[in-house]
């Protein structure tokens, strides 16, 4: 063979190579428009209702719920407890029903689950007396708990870990989207005139749909990849091959008990509930006491519902943009340092400036968009951080866990007799908000030492090469951490 017939035969395999890629990469693209055009609206808004659900007793304390079950709750004590029990439960049942969650097909469990959430929800609506509206809201934490940290993992199933930051904050971002569309609900149902009390209505209004969409996520959620009929063939081998990025997942519907113990001996996991905590801290006060914070600053109580939309809209954006960063840089502890700060900022213009209220309400934006991005963050640090299917579905509901926690302080560090200024339960949730940002650069700084140290022993891998997790989670030498 001459020398112009073998470059003209290397020419040919390079192309029929690249090409090849280039195939590779179309296809790829395609079967991700298909996982987001299936997957995350359904995720996205039952996320919604779940946090609508969650969340609209704030609005519920304005349009007269405390006169009506609460004898008035003058100190403001009995509508604190109706909030954060609903944590209580959250708390207790969030990890044996994540990790049982791998035993049962996805979209069953997330159908069951919202199904049962939404009629507690609707429930509440019935309630005529403190121990009516307690039950509700502990029914409402344990359903709850069966879908809030099962998502990530769920997700973890269909996305890589390049793309996890962006889907998160998506999903998430509804949680700041039902603060607006809360808001805007809650302002329409304060003008209805019925025979109805209008808080009773803003639950029936929110609660009802819930159900309707538990049933249907049951029909329109995909199972795990290698058993979904949502597939054919060919992308179901292309989309259990980005599942394996990075690391091996389990191999279907299966627990190791290993990687539990795992998880509950990873301090890192502790230090994120630390984070999750001050978050949550922030996140509980600014759902329950958001529209009363804002009466605080002369508006009036349908006023005050409308006010709360333009926040909670900042907040979604900048969620969006900060994860849309953090992914393409593979780095999510300094970003959510960052947003921790500018949390604090926020509560730190509250606790100083007292007479100008347009500084006040800028305030409120820095809090709500701090506290939703770190939230959304943390969510898509240890989505793919705790290596094992097993060891996420333990390690990510122990965080959720420990953050919830601050749900509950938030619920108490408000009362009503300490209004206007609140200045307790502003420093409490400044301090947290910082103590996160101190952690979050602990955790991402020990990340960098852990990857910096296996490339020593090791040698550079390649960040999407498969690695067998079975045995030790991540803590199997080739895997890589995202800081």
Same mark, same amino acid.
């Given at each position: 063979?001459?020398?112009?017939?073998?470059?003209?035969?290397?020419?040919?395999?390079?192309?029929?190579?690249?090409?090849?890629?280039?195939?590779?990469?179309?296809?790829?693209?395609?079967?991700?428009?298909?996982?987001?055009?299936?997957?995350?609206?359904?995720?996205?808004?039952?996320?919604?209702?779940?946090?609508?659900?969650?969340?609209?007793?704030?609005?519920?304390?304005?349009?007269? =719920?405390?006169?009506?079950?609460?004898?008035?709750?003058?100190?403001?004590?009995?509508?604190?407890? /109706?909030?954060? $029990?609903?944590?209580?439960?959250?708390?207790?049942?969030?990890?044996?029903?994540?990790?049982?969650?791998?035993?049962?097909?996805?979209?069953?469990?997330?159908?069951?689950?919202?199904?049962?959430?939404? %009629?507690?929800?609707?429930?509440?609506?019935?309630?005529?007396?403190?121990?009516?509206?307690?039950?509700?809201?502990?029914? =409402?934490?344990?359903?709850?708990?069966?879908?809030?940290?099962?998502?990530? %993992?769920?997700?973890?199933?269909?996305?890589?870990?390049?793309?996890?930051? /962006?889907?998160?904050?998506?999903?998430?971002?509804?949680?700041?989207?039902?603060?607006?569309?809360?808001?805007?609900?809650?302002?329409? $149902?304060?003008?209805?005139?019925?025979?109805?009390?209008?808080?009773?209505? !803003?639950? &029936?209004?929110?609660?009802?749909?819930? #159900?309707?969409?538990? *049933?249907?996520?049951?029909?329109?959620?995909?199972?795990?990849?290698?058993?979904?009929?949502?597939?054919?063939?060919?992308?179901?081998?292309?989309?259990?091959?980005?599942? +394996?990025?990075?690391?091996?997942?389990?191999?279907?519907?299966?627990?190791?008990?290993?990687?539990?113990?795992?998880?509950?001996?990873?301090?890192?996991?502790?230090?994120?509930? #630390?984070?999750?905590?001050?978050?949550?801290?922030?996140?509980?006060?600014?759902?329950?006491?958001?529209?009363?914070? !804002?009466?605080? !600053?002369?508006?009036?109580?349908?006023?005050?519902? =409308?006010?709360? *939309?333009?926040?909670?809209? *900042?907040?979604?954006?900048? =969620?969006?943009?900060?994860?849309?960063?953090?992914?393409?840089?593979?780095?999510?502890?300094?970003? /959510?340092?960052?947003?921790?700060?500018?949390?604090?900022?926020?509560? &730190? %213009?509250?606790?100083?400036?007292?007479? +100008?209220?347009?500084?006040?309400?800028?305030?409120?934006?820095?809090?709500?968009?701090?506290?939703?991005? /770190?939230?959304?963050?943390?969510?898509?640090?240890?989505?793919?951080? !705790?290596?094992?299917?097993?060891?996420?579905?333990?390690? &990510?509901?122990?965080?959720?866990?420990?953050?919830?926690?601050?749900?509950?302080?938030?619920?108490?560090?408000?009362?009503?007799?300490?209004?206007?200024?609140?200045?307790?339960?502003?420093?409490?949730?400044?301090?947290?908000?910082?103590?996160?940002?101190? $952690?979050?650069?602990?955790?991402?700084?020990?990340?960098?030492?852990?990857?910096?140290?296996?490339?020593?022993?090791?040698?550079?891998?390649?960040?999407?090469?498969? *690695?067998?997790?079975?045995?030790?989670?991540?803590?199997?030498?080739?895997?890589?951490?995202?800081?």
């Amino acid at each position: 063979m001459s020398l112009d017939e073998k470059a003209t035969s290397f020419d040919g395999k390079e192309e029929n190579v690249a090409q090849a890629v280039v195939e590779s990469a179309v296809e790829e693209r395609r079967l991700i428009r298909k996982f987001d055009m299936r997957i995350m609206p359904i995720a996205c808004i039952l996320y919604l209702f779940a946090y609508l659900d969650r969340t609209n007793l704030g609005n519920a304390r304005l349009q007269g =719920l405390p006169q009506d079950t609460l004898h008035g709750d003058p100190t403001g004590v009995l509508f604190d407890w /109706v909030n954060s $029990v609903f944590f209580f439960s959250y708390i207790i049942c969030q990890v044996p029903a994540t990790i049982a969650s791998k035993l049962f097909p996805p979209r069953i469990w997330i159908g069951c689950a919202t199904i049962g959430w939404g %009629l507690c929800s609707t429930l509440m609506s019935t309630a005529f007396n403190f121990p009516g509206l307690m039950v509700a809201r502990v029914g =409402l934490g344990i359903f709850e708990a069966g879908f809030g940290p099962g998502i990530p %993992l769920y997700m973890s199933f269909y996305y890589t870990r390049k793309e996890m930051g /962006v889907r998160m904050a998506y999903w998430f971002g509804f949680a700041a989207v039902a603060g607006a569309f809360g808001g805007l609900i809650a302002f329409g $149902v304060q003008h209805i005139h019925a025979s109805v009390a209008n808080w009773r209505l !803003l639950f &029936i209004i929110e609660g009802c749909p819930t #159900v309707i969409l538990g *049933v249907v996520s049951m029909f329109l959620l995909p199972d795990r990849p290698e058993e979904t009929t949502f597939l054919n063939e060919q992308e179901r081998q292309l989309a259990l091959e980005r599942t +394996n990025r990075g690391l091996k997942a389990d191999v279907g519907r299966t627990i190791n008990k290993k990687h539990i113990t795992a998880a509950f001996k990873d301090w890192r996991i502790y230090a994120a509930g #630390v984070i999750y905590f001050g978050a949550n801290c922030a996140l509980a006060s600014i759902s329950a006491f958001l529209p009363t914070i !804002l009466t605080t !600053l002369g508006f009036t109580s349908a006023l005050a519902q =409308l006010l709360t *939309v333009p926040p909670y809209a *900042v907040a979604a954006i900048v =969620l969006c943009i900060t994860s849309w960063f953090s992914d393409r840089l593979q780095s999510r502890g300094l970003f /959510v340092a960052g947003v921790s700060t500018v949390a604090a900022i926020g509560y &730190i %213009l509250l606790l100083t400036v007292e007479s +100008n209220n347009h500084v006040r309400y800028f305030a409120v934006f820095c809090i709500t968009s701090g506290t939703y991005s /770190v939230i959304g963050l943390v969510i898509a640090w240890f989505s793919h951080n !705790l290596g094992s299917e097993t060891k996420k579905a333990t390690g &990510i509901p122990m965080y959720m866990a420990i953050g919830q926690c601050g749900s509950v302080l938030g619920s108490h560090i408000y009362p009503s007799t300490e209004g206007p200024h609140y200045i307790k339960g502003f420093a409490i949730t400044c301090a947290l908000e910082l103590l996160s940002a101190i $952690v979050a650069i602990i955790v991402s700084i020990s990340y960098r030492l852990d990857n910096r140290e296996r490339d020593r022993k090791y040698g550079m891998v390649d960040p999407d090469a498969t *690695v067998d997790t079975s045995e030790l989670a991540d803590k199997a030498p080739e895997f890589r951490y995202v800081p």
